[in-house]
């Protein structure tokens, strides 16, 4: 059966959470696992991140029993604790712009939640590291792993992963880190970009780069079932995500054949291509090579400069200031949450 997720809650209501079907029963649900995921999505001091600070102590409702997945509907909430929903107020009528205030507005004819970003806050990204945790540590039974890092802030530039040798123990070196990067100098020269940004009231974007090891060659289908399309799909469920690339991605557009082909040869037992421009996807099915794919995460929309808007409530032009608690760059964070995006698919093409 098909794996099914649906996050529920507001920014600034009593909780967030996840509602996951199809989970295979009988799972070991690590909970400290679990913990370790959500503190890397977690803000922290020291002017990279927002100064909302929450503890994000998952609560399993359903699912679970014994400390094992039973199969029938998880649900777990995380609640809200450090919410000033007055910093809103001044400002609920005008939509921010890049944000999703007018869709949003569109869509629910003005009844949505203006608090915080409401349900399209990245707030909601929580329960989604919460849902990748569990997909991960099911994954993990079927010697799948999956990791990322920042590969790119403003232009700054980390060491890509190596498409044919990354390793699951690199995954897990990064992973550990307080900063998502292989190579920390990079990361250093990151954290002065923003600074720099937050300094200048505004804010910067980049690009994450994400792996799946051991992932089975065979693995997805042609048309709307490949491996791209499920990724991308729930990779494009992160609203930040503006651009996704699956290895060469549109380096392949400059590019002629035989530079870009990837070669075959036998390699103990089984078939295996000396480059992966590919990204382990062929005709959208796994072919044994490391999947590894390119996401673009957008500026934080949030900026404290004057920007010209529209009043919602009359129609008419406006300038916005907006005041309050926000990320400078949300890549600091989002690593993880790419990653949680990458996991779920991944198992949505195993199930």
Do not use: W
């Amino acid at each position: 059966m098909q794996l099914r997720y649906a996050i529920f809650g507001e920014s600034h209501g009593p909780a967030i959470g996840v509602v996951v079907e199809n989970l295979p029963a009988g799972i070991p649900v690590e909970m400290d696992f679990i913990r370790r995921e959500l503190n890397r999505r977690r803000a922290r001091a020291g002017g990279l991140s927002t100064t909302r600070l929450e503890g994000d102590e998952p609560e399993i409702l359903s699912g679970v029993f014994e400390g094992k997945t039973t199969g029938t509907p998880l649900c777990a909430i995380i609640r809200n604790e450090n919410t000033r929903s007055q910093d809103y107020e001044r400002t609920r009528h005008l939509a921010r712009p890049s944000h999703a205030d007018y869709t949003g507005y569109l869509r629910y004819q003005g009844f949505a939640d203006y608090r915080g970003g409401g349900h399209f806050s990245g707030r909601l990204t929580a329960p989604l590291v919460f849902a990748g945790a569990l997909a991960k540590l099911c994954l993990a039974r079927q010697g799948v792993t999956i990791g990322g890092h920042i590969l790119r802030i403003g232009s700054e530039t980390d060491t890509p992963f190596d498409p044919v040798t990354v390793s699951p123990a690199l995954l897990e070196e990064v992973a550990a880190r307080d900063f998502a990067v292989v190579d920390p100098a990079a990361g250093e020269r990151m954290k002065e970009l923003i600074q720099k940004a937050r300094m200048e009231q505004t804010s910067v974007g980049g690009i994450i780069q994400c792996a799946i090891l051991g992932m089975p060659g065979g693995a997805g289908a042609p048309d709307q079932d490949s491996v791209e399309g499920v990724i991308a799909r729930h990779v494009f469920g992160v609203p930040a995500v503006k651009g996704l690339e699956f290895g060469l991605g549109f380096g392949f557009g400059t590019a002629y054949g035989h530079e870009v082909n990837d070669s075959m040869r036998m390699e103990n037992g089984r078939v295996v291509t000396d480059t992966n421009h590919n990204g382990g996807i062929l005709g959208g099915i796994t072919n044994g090579m490391p999947i590894l794919f390119q996401a673009a995460v957008k500026p934080t929309p949030s900026i404290s400069r004057p920007q010209q808007t529209v009043d919602l409530s009359t129609m008419e032009d406006a300038t916005l200031e907006i005041h309050g608690r926000h990320d400078p760059c949300i890549l600091t964070r989002a690593t993880v949450v790419l990653e949680a995006a990458a996991a779920l698919a991944a198992l949505e093409v195993l199930s």
